[in-house]
């Protein structure tokens, strides 16, 4: 079983429309859990995280956690063309150990 | 200014050949890494060095050897190379060994013919 799975899409939507990124996890040790950007030819940035079970608001972005379930989610709210990206989630334990990447969802906003 | 630089951006060359990828950052961070896209866009960690010395090495054959000459740079050596090598491979850093907010380069596209 791999330690992180996420949905590949490829997902388009309208301009506006509320976008759902979801992703699961197999390792209860996971505390920490990032959700990395990335634009086509380019390096994955990140955008935003959560630590531990719960929801973190940033503008049109919201991460949110359910750690009984083991099921990490990213809402865009407003969607804009400048989001079509790829978006990955990677949730890691901390310390020495190192995050584990899912395949990303390509998101395609229509303008 | 370029936070994490890697050259080359391509590389294409062939099988058997040995070449060398090079990575360097000036946000003063500590931790660098290195991760293997393959073409299901999955991002695999490679290895990772903290102020110069090795903190993890995953199953990665012995053909790559990556070297850290200061914290500011890590550079990647590739042995022999083969077709299933043919990937992006990106360079990473972060402020210190546990910090996940991690700035990437943008990657070197290599192909293996």
């Known amino acids: 079983q791999k330690e992180v799975e996420q949905d590949p899409g490829p997902l388009s939507v309208p301009e506006g429309a509320i976008v759902s990124l979801n992703c699961t996890y197999s390792?209860?040790?996971?505390?920490?859990f990032m959700w990395y950007r990335q634009y086509s030819r380019k390096g994955p940035e990140l955008l935003m995280y959560t630590y531990s079970s719960g929801n973190k608001e940033d503008g049109r972005f919201t991460a949110q956690v359910d750690k009984s379930s083991k099921y990490i989610s990213l809402f865009i709210r407003d969607s804009q063309p400048s989001d079509s990206a790829t978006y990955l989630c990677?949730?890691?334990?901390?310390?020495?150990?190192?995050?584990?990447f899912g395949t990303g969802t390509r998101l395609t906003v229509i303008p | 200014d370029t936070a994490v630089s890697q050259t080359p951006k391509y590389l294409v060359t062939q099988m058997g050949n040995d070449k060398s990828i090079k990575c360097e950052q000036n946000?003063?961070?500590?931790?660098m890494y290195w991760y293997k896209q393959d073409s299901k866009k999955f991002l695999k960690i490679m290895f990772s060095?903290?102020?110069?010395?090795?903190?993890i090495n995953e199953t990665v054959p012995n053909r790559f050897s990556p070297k850290s000459p200061d914290k500011a740079h890590l550079n990647l050596h590739i042995n022999s190379l083969e077709l299933g090598d043919s990937a992006v491979y990106f360079c990473?850093?972060?402020?210190?060994?546990?910090?996940?907010?991690?700035?990437f380069g943008s990657g070197t596209r290599l192909t293996v013919v």
């Open positions: 990473a850093s972060s402020q210190g060994v546990g910090n996940y907010g991690y700035t």
């Open positions: 390792n209860s040790a996971f505390q920490y």
């Open positions: 060095y903290n102020n110069k010395e090795l903190i």
């Open positions: 946000l003063g961070h500590d931790t």
């Open positions: 990677a949730p890691g334990s901390g310390g020495a150990n190192n995050l584990f």
